[in-house]
């Protein structure tokens, strides 16, 4: 899905990988992809709870639940473009 960038302007593509369930925990496998100036890399967990979860985590309700989180960033061609992917593995209390 073509969602606004966190920055606040801008689009990115954002998609839900996967996810599991284990032992009262959930962890959700996202990635965004992209160009944009401030990059997709955000580590700041209220941010990622706003931008990420708010639409493909819904049952993530307050940023304080997410216990662990993890970035992978990099490249690939997508279209002719080299374009930035960001891929965000989220685990969080359900």
Known sequence: MKVKHWQG???VEMKKVSQK???G????VVKVSGNHEWGLER???YDIH???????????KEYSDIIN???NDSY?????IDTEVCVYTI???I
Do not use: F, P
């Open 91 to 93: 685990s969080y209390k």
């Open 50 to 60: 706003r931008w990420i979860c708010k639409r493909l985590a819904k049952d993530c």
């Open 43 to 45: 580590n700041d967990v």
């Open 9 to 11: 302007y801008g689009t």
């Open 69 to 71: 989180m993890s970035i």
């Open 76 to 80: 690939e061609i997508i279209n002719g």
């Open 21 to 23: 369930i284990q032992n």
């Open 25 to 28: 925990v959930k962890t959700v």
